[in-house]
């Protein structure tokens, strides 16, 4: 990925070079004219294509976001109901994830939700227990945001 941005700013430079233009608009032409050679050699190159690694982060923020908002208004909507209608408790969750970055990722995805917090994860790194409010309507909200959050990272760390 590194090589393919590198190339592609040395082209977007190269074209402000040759084009004797030092400004902005000439190095977006020169970058996607860049792109667009990058792109045509791909299959030159050991790696995917570096603008999907981008475009995987932008959804991985999207999603982070998405869950942040949604979980924010279902724990203000506890948090200002004159009952309180939920349940706290503990459930474990096996996660796909492999490695201590993308666990370590996700865990902070799930504390940084409002409503759980990772309480611990299994030395094999398989399992997180997770403290959350509102179980068992919980369980059923968090688990697809976590399967979400998964997704998401797998796309972003993993060369697929």
Not at 4 to 12: D, H
């Amino acid at each position: 990925m590194s090589l393919q941005l590198l190339l592609n700013l040395f082209i977007a430079f190269l074209w402000m070079l040759l084009s004797n233009a030092w400004n902005s608009t000439t190095f977006m032409i020169g970058y996607l004219i860049g792109l667009i050679l990058v792109f045509i050699m791909r299959r030159f190159f050991p790696t995917p294509f570096y603008l999907q690694k981008v475009l995987a982060i932008i959804k991985f923020l999207y999603v982070a976001i998405r869950e942040l908002i949604s979980s924010s208004i279902f724990v203000l909507k506890q948090a200002v109901s004159p009952r309180k209608t939920f349940v706290t408790g503990i459930f474990a969750l096996n996660t796909v994830l492999e490695g201590d970055l993308e666990i370590t990722i996700l865990s902070l995805l799930i504390t940084l939700t409002p409503g759980s917090v990772v309480i611990e994860v299994s030395p094999d790194g398989k399992v997180l227990y997770i403290h959350a409010m509102g179980i068992p309507d919980e369980k059923a909200t968090v688990i697809p945001a976590i399967h979400a959050f998964e997704k998401a990272i797998m796309e972003v760390t993993r060369d697929v």
